[in-house]
């Protein structure tokens, strides 16, 4: 293993692990262009994670009901945690593992996107939401730390960044996100330029 110095050491363990992480551009486009079929469809993501994943996934839905980068229609796109009502309501009331399972339950239809991030891949609450989830009918994603993982085992598709601090991890997380919106905006513009309505909506 490779030991950098502090500080500036963090910057090469980024690139080195950024390197590596290029190889999975294929997922974060693959997942981009179902997710535009999905969400021009009628459909919604939702998205969840604790901590420092909870702001990735915050992001990731900024994204789509704002806009990445060129100005287009808003899609439907739900980051879990960021209503502290339901979900102090139902740690309070339910536990801690199902602030994020009866939310997909309520929100979640057949075909609807679950998007989870986890740098350790082992949340309790990430892994009772995957199978509501499932349940659900819904479609599962993961973006983690290191493989194999829990989380990777419980869900239809994983990205598992390698990378040795949990830091490296998020900040890979976020290169996904951005990844998988500029994946999603080409495929909704190609959707707009097929159907000529100027809206990209079917």
Not at 28 to 51: I, P
Not at 87 to 93: F, K, M
Request: hydrophobic share 45%; charged share 20%; aromatic share 4%.
């Amino acid at each position: 293993m490779t030991v950098h110095p502090p500080v500036t050491g963090h910057c090469d363990e980024l690139q080195d692990a950024l390197t590596a992480f290029r190889a999975s551009a294929h997922i974060t486009e693959r997942w981009g262009e179902h997710l535009a079929a999905v969400l021009t469809g009628g459909g919604r993501l939702l998205a969840a994670g604790n901590g420092g994943s909870a702001a990735q996934a915050q992001h990731l839905t900024a994204e789509l009901v704002g806009r990445y980068r060129d100005d287009r229609p808003a899609f439907s796109a739900i980051a879990l945690h960021a209503d502290t009502s339901s979900t102090t309501a139902i740690a309070n009331d339910y536990g801690v593992d199902e602030v994020f399972a009866r939310q997909v339950r309520a929100h979640g239809r057949p075909g609807d996107v679950l998007m989870l991030l986890s740098t350790s891949g082992a949340s309790a609450n990430l892994l009772s939401a995957a199978d509501a989830a499932r349940a659900a009918g819904m479609r599962v994603w993961a973006l983690t730390g290191p493989a194999p993982n829990p989380l990777m085992a419980g869900s239809d598709e994983s990205l598992c960044v390698e990378a040795p601090t949990g830091a490296t991890v998020q900040e890979l997380h976020l290169v996904a996100v951005h990844m998988v919106c500029a994946a999603f905006d080409a495929a909704v513009e190609r959707g707009t330029r097929r159907d000529g309505d100027g809206d990209g909506r079917r």
